[in-house]
């Protein structure tokens, strides 16, 4: 629906600015009145103000960058660095594991990173490690006021992100092709 | 001796006059300080937000219910936010012109305190008059101060030798002088009127005769307009303009000397506020109190009036920042010279037409 603006000029009482006047003054006297008499909804919030009372984050928010780990406990993350490549800031360094590190702690993947760090100072919250991991292993999760009292703080390591990120199971991708590597160990059950 | 001392007139004046002196700084410092205060919670109510209501010494919290009550009013925040002025570091970039970005911030604030010296703040107190200098050309002096002003802020905005600064600098001082004619030809009409230069008698003539602001509202409108230019104020701050040149003239300044812009900028508000309930709203009288007084209870009561009305003003200043948008350059241009000139122009032929004809 198309919406014709009216932009007729102004008449000699509009321009003589007291129009504007008129309902600056009714606007701003309004939320005045509003917010002396308690009665701002936007400002009274019953039981608190921020730092004592949190502020109730919806769900969908989009805060700190966290490593999640899968239904089982396992590090989900395989250390492919998509997410280092196009994290804009550069906030996220991943440390591979090399030849010489241990197996991954999740049947199904071959590796994961031995050390994943997140600079919190650097991190805008963007999002796009979160869309580019292929494992779901990174989440842009609820925390958003994050502070400490050190840049070395604000790095965050892999032990620190997994502990904040928590157990997301989501799309468990792996999970039929793991049913089924258990099936073709014990595969000729019964012959004849 | 030392009796003949106390009685020598001269000696006398120099005493009360430093007294008067020393009160009407602290009790405009106290001004400033809570105007800013008033400013913020005004601003923040308007806006929907809460306003400054943590600041408190863990003394005055141990207060019950009171204590509480004056921390969500943000009585304390003035306090804190003085000391952290003084506190904070005073850094000088690299490549400002240095001497005159230190003398800078000064020379802004200084004829803002002058042009109080002049105003009539309250009748008598004992025997001593209620000004603090009695200058039968009072207006022209505060003209003269006025102008004063706008050195510091061109200055700052030279001395910084950066971009937004200097933008700042330069619209500050076209602005400044065109609203200083404007300003000065909407007060002649009122001493066409009154006849006399000196600021007690304007009063005296005002609690005679009723507020000038009736007989002059033209005059009014434009001298607050241009009041509002001159002190940088929104709808026009385009000197400062946060959203378009960071901070204007005061953008490289930090720590006290940036307080001092701020103070300045505060001062001077108090200043025309001043100046405005002299000019056109009486000053200490009302229309019952017109006398000046000769008690001491007297004395205080027009001090209080006088006030009150400042405060008034002040209140006017604060909520109109709040209320109305920045006028873009041209605007604020085509406004002063193409309206407030000529209707200004017009307003004092017409009130010398007035005179001529009534007065005889
Ligand atoms: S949210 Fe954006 S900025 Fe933060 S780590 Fe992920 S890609 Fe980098
Ligand atoms: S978090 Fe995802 S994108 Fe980043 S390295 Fe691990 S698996 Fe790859």
Known sequence: MTKVVDRSP????????????VEGFKVTARHFVRSVKGENTATDLGDGYYPEVPWRVEGGYRGAPYLVRDQEGATKCVSCQLCEFICP????????PGPEAGPADRPNAEKMPREFEINMLRCIFCGLCQEVCPEEAIFLQQHYSLSGLSREEMIYNKEKLLKLGGVHAGIQKWKHKLEEAKEQESFPV??? | MLENLFIDPTFQFVLFSAAKIAVVFGVVMTFVAYAVLVERKVSAFIQDRVGPNRTAPPLALKIPVLGRFLQRCGIFQPMADGLKFILKE????AYVRTIYFWIAPAISVIPAFLTL???PFGSTLGKQQMVIADLNVGILYTFGIVS????GIVLAGWASNSKYPFLGGIRSSAQMISYEIAMGMSVVSLFLIVGDLNLSKLIQWQADNGWLVLYQPVAFVIFLVSAFAETNRLPFDLPESETELVGGYHTEYSSMKFALFFLGEYANMIASSAMMVTLFFGGWSLPFLGKPADSLLGGLVHIGIFIAKM????????WVRWMLPRFRYDQLMDLGWRRFIP???LNIVLTALGVALFNR
Do not use: C, S
């Open chain 2, 311 to 318: 405060i008034v003003l002040m209140v006017v200043f604060i």
């Open chain 1, 190 to 192: 019964n012959v004849g």
């Open chain 2, 148 to 151: 004063l002003g706008v050195y």
């Open chain 2, 343 to 345: 209707i200004a122009l």
């Open chain 1, 89 to 96: 800031p550069k906030a996220i360094k991943i440390t591979p």
């Open chain 2, 90 to 93: 005073d850094f000088t970039p």
């Open chain 2, 117 to 119: 010296a002049v105003i």
């Open chain 1, 10 to 21: 102004l008449n000699f009482y509009e321009r003589t600015y007291l129009p504007a006047l």
